[in-house]
């Protein structure tokens, strides 16, 4: 694939003063990131950082058009090409020459070892990527070097030495500047996943520290414009201009800013009247007030961003591990009647009203190429059907109802969206006993634990999904969320946090990633998200877009890739 775009950076705007630099950006919000290792992070938030020190062999320009949000164009490499063989598996690749690393112990040059070592580095047993699933069902040989590593002491020591020396086929370093990977058959969106920023480079220096510990994070490099100065968990993130980064190797990013500072700590209001007055320049995690939205809208505010985004949220995610209830959400008359239960068009209106989301019923958002619309349990437009609801409890032996435990994020709009989806169930004889939690505490102590699904300490989940990439981007939420074929024996269930199994959704997976061709693998993905779909693995509630509010002295705001704001790309003008 040649370069699908012409990157926006400066000079390509339509503020008639042109790019300015220097300055502090200032976000603000509640939360902190995931982690700062790119190996481990996934939250929306973080990725609005990582980009800044991160890079990878492609990337996405940026842009305000959400049809080219999936052109892939080279970054750390000089190309982004087509396999090269007959069978559409190898690909080679050499890196930009002068590319050098800025490192807490000084500059080194980027070499090829370092984009293969960061790849091996997302299977570490101590700690393995989220992502980890992409690369094991695509990288020629790299489960089996997981497997291998599973076997190995939980020590440093151990696990070091062989996450360097031992070889996987499909990752081979052929001289300083190139390599060539090869997947385990033709995959049309393996471009896709090398542009996921878990495909960074790592320096050897990582190898002897566990990812994402706080010994780490201290310790983070980069190969981007920015370079992380400053980490207070949950309360500040510093970012200054790299040491080394040379703007003649990067053609996405141009580093107007000379500092990015990330404040944390604050509430919701607080954060939006900071931004209204000027006392900082974008939301770090937070959406603008929904009470405020309809005055912004109808004074056409330009601090307010807009964006179709392909979100699937939220979501409900159901625990079908869960022994509350005597097993219920292990039966599917009572995961058909958490369908009919949600009002879709209450939490909607949570959300900001119709303007701003699409009701869902299904798990492929419009703006998937493999979209096609589909609805298992249509009720009402998204009202609900909780009588129908009541007469399928009856029917899997609850007539008096049943009460589950629901798990959700204990920020931003997230409270009102639970009580919203609590009020709908109770129509239908399900109470739903809401227990708040932090963005850590959601993803590591309730979503991520296959332990604590099966004690029952949650059995409904409200999450939300945004896509890895844009377009061909259907495996990033069916495969994510759903595929339970590469579970390890450590019981790691990655993304799929129902831990939910069906074969027949597995077989459906696995037949389009075997495609070599997008027409036929989307064919199979439909498949796939129709038998989860009558399954009832999760109750879909919106397709949201994404809205931001950002600061009047903010110019060339380009939501795509990282939807809120590419940091790199953007300056302050004048207060």
Same mark, same amino acid.
């Given at each position: 694939?040649?370069?699908?775009?012409?990157?926006?950076?400066?000079?390509?705007?339509?503020?008639?003063?042109?790019?300015?630099?220097?300055?502090?950006?200032?976000?603000?919000?509640?939360?902190?990131?995931?982690?700062?290792?790119?190996?481990?992070?996934?939250?929306?938030?973080?990725?609005?950082?990582?980009?800044?020190?991160?890079?990878?062999?492609?990337?996405?320009?940026?842009?305000?058009?959400?049809?080219?949000?999936?052109?892939?164009?080279?970054?750390?490499?000089?190309?982004?090409?087509?396999?090269?063989?007959?069978?559409?598996?190898?690909?080679?690749?050499?890196?930009?020459?002068?590319?050098?690393?800025?490192?807490?112990?000084?500059?080194?040059?980027?070499?090829?070892?370092?984009?293969?070592?960061?790849?091996?580095?997302?299977?570490?047993?101590?700690?393995?990527?989220?992502?980890?699933?992409?690369?094991?069902?695509?990288?020629?040989?790299?489960?089996?070097?997981?497997? +291998?590593?599973?076997?190995?002491?939980?020590? *440093?020591?151990?696990?070091? &030495?062989?996450?360097? !020396? @031992? #070889?996987? $086929?499909? /990752?081979?370093?052929?001289?300083?500047?190139?390599?060539?990977?090869?997947?385990?058959?033709?995959?049309?969106?393996?471009?896709?996943?090398?542009?996921?920023?878990?495909?960074?480079?790592?320096?050897?220096?990582?190898?002897?520290?566990?990812?994402?510990?706080?010994?780490?994070?201290?310790?983070?490099?980069?190969?981007?414009?920015?370079?992380?100065?400053?980490?207070?968990?949950?309360?500040?993130?510093?970012?200054?201009?790299?040491?080394?980064?040379?703007?003649?190797?990067?053609?996405?990013?141009?580093?107007?800013?000379?500092?990015?500072?990330?404040?944390?700590?604050?509430?919701?209001?607080?954060?939006?009247?900071?931004?209204?007055?000027?006392?900082? +320049?974008?939301?770090?995690?937070?959406?603008? *007030?929904?009470?405020?939205? &309809?005055?912004?809208? !109808? @004074? #056409?505010? $330009?601090? /307010?961003?807009?964006?179709?985004?392909?979100?699937?949220?939220?979501?409900?995610?159901?625990?079908?591990?869960?022994?509350?209830?005597?097993?219920?959400?292990?039966?599917?008359?009572?995961?058909?009647?958490?369908?009919?239960?949600?009002?879709?068009?209450?939490?909607?209106?949570?959300?900001?009203?119709?303007?701003?989301?699409?009701?869902?019923?299904?798990?492929?958002?419009?703006?998937?190429?493999?979209?096609?619309?589909?609805?298992?349990?249509?009720?009402?437009?998204?009202?609900?059907?909780?009588?129908?609801?009541?007469?399928?409890?009856?029917?899997?032996?609850?007539?008096?109802?049943?009460?589950?435990?629901?798990?959700?994020?204990?920020?931003?709009?997230?409270?009102?969206?639970?009580?919203?989806?609590?009020?709908?169930?109770?129509?239908?004889?399900?109470?739903?006993?809401?227990?708040?939690?932090?963005?850590?505490?959601?993803?590591?102590?309730?979503?991520?634990?296959?332990?604590?699904?099966?004690?029952?300490?949650?059995?409904?989940?409200?999450?939300?999904?945004?896509?890895?990439?844009?377009?061909?981007?259907?495996?990033?939420?069916?495969?994510?969320?759903?595929?339970?074929?590469?579970?390890?024996?450590?019981?790691?269930?990655?993304?799929?946090?129902?831990?939910?199994?069906?074969?027949?959704?597995?077989?459906?997976?696995?037949?389009?990633?075997?495609?070599?061709?997008?027409?036929?693998?989307?064919?199979?993905?439909?498949?796939?998200?129709?038998?989860?779909?009558?399954?009832?693995?999760?109750?879909?509630?919106?397709?949201?877009?994404?809205?931001?509010?950002?600061?009047?002295?903010?110019?060339?705001?380009?939501?795509?890739?990282?939807?809120?704001?590419?940091?790199?790309?953007?300056?302050?003008?004048?207060?």
């Amino acid at each position: 694939m040649t370069a699908a775009g012409t990157p926006l950076v400066a000079g390509q705007t339509s503020d008639v003063a042109g790019p300015r630099r220097g300055g502090t950006l200032t976000l603000v919000g509640a939360g902190d990131v995931d982690h700062l290792d790119p190996a481990l992070a996934y939250h929306t938030v973080t990725r609005g950082i990582i980009r800044a020190y991160t890079r990878q062999l492609v990337s996405y320009p940026a842009t305000r058009d959400h049809r080219r949000a999936g052109d892939l164009v080279p970054d750390l490499a000089v190309a982004a090409d087509e396999p090269y063989d007959a069978e559409g598996r190898r690909y080679r690749f050499t890196l930009r020459d002068g590319l050098r690393w800025d490192l807490p112990d000084g500059p080194r040059p980027l070499t090829a070892a370092d984009v293969v070592r960061g790849i091996k580095r997302l299977a570490h047993p101590m700690a393995p990527s989220p992502g980890l699933p992409y690369y094991l069902s695509t990288v020629e040989g790299l489960a089996v070097f997981r497997d +291998d590593l599973l076997t190995l002491p939980r020590e *440093l020591d151990l696990v070091a &030495p062989y996450l360097e !020396a @031992a #070889e996987v $086929p499909g /990752l081979r370093v052929l001289d300083e500047r190139t390599l060539e990977l090869t997947t385990r058959r033709p995959t049309p969106d393996f471009l896709n996943i090398l542009a996921l920023p878990f495909a960074s480079p790592a320096p050897e220096e990582y190898l002897w520290f566990v990812p994402g510990s706080p010994e780490l994070n201290q310790r983070i490099g980069s190969i981007g414009p920015y370079r992380i100065t400053g980490y207070e968990p949950d309360q500040r993130i510093t970012l200054e201009r790299s040491r080394t980064w040379d703007p003649a190797t990067d053609p996405i990013r141009a580093a107007h800013v000379d500092r990015i500072e990330v404040r944390q700590g604050l509430d919701e209001k607080t954060c939006h009247d900071l931004v209204i007055a000027g006392d900082a +320049d974008m939301m770090w995690d937070i959406q603008p *007030l929904t009470e405020r939205l &309809p005055q912004m809208f !109808a @004074a #056409e505010d $330009p601090r /307010l961003e807009v964006c179709p985004a392909g979100l699937f949220s939220p979501y409900l995610v159901i625990n079908v591990l869960s022994p509350n209830q005597g097993g219920a959400l292990a039966r599917r008359e009572v995961r058909e009647a958490l369908q009919y239960a949600i009002d879709k068009t209450t939490v909607a209106e949570v959300w900001g009203g119709p303007r701003l989301n699409d009701i869902a019923e299904q798990i492929l958002p419009p703006l998937c190429r493999a979209h096609q619309p589909f609805a298992s349990y249509p009720a009402n437009g998204g009202a609900g059907d909780p009588e129908r609801a009541r007469r399928l409890l009856a029917g899997a032996g609850y007539p008096d109802g049943l009460t589950l435990k629901l798990v959700y994020r204990d920020r931003d709009i997230h409270p009102e969206t639970a009580r919203a989806v609590r009020a709908g169930c109770a129509r239908a004889g399900i109470t739903l006993d809401l227990v708040p939690a932090g963005i850590t505490e959601l993803f590591g102590t309730y979503l991520g634990r296959a332990d604590g699904a099966r004690e029952g300490r949650w059995d409904v989940a409200l999450s939300g999904w945004e896509p890895d990439w844009h377009g061909n981007n259907a495996r990033v939420y069916l495969q994510a969320l759903f595929d339970s074929s590469d579970v390890s024996e450590n019981d790691d269930w990655g993304s799929n946090f129902g831990h939910y199994h069906n074969p027949v959704v597995n077989e459906r997976i696995a037949a389009a990633l075997s495609c070599a061709d997008e027409a036929t693998a989307n064919e199979h993905w439909r498949a796939a998200e129709r038998e989860v779909l009558r399954d009832g693995a999760v109750v879909p509630i919106l397709f949201a877009h994404q809205y931001w509010l950002r600061g009047h002295r903010v110019r060339n705001w380009l939501p795509y890739p990282v939807l809120n704001g590419d940091l790199t790309n953007l300056w302050l003008g004048e207060d």
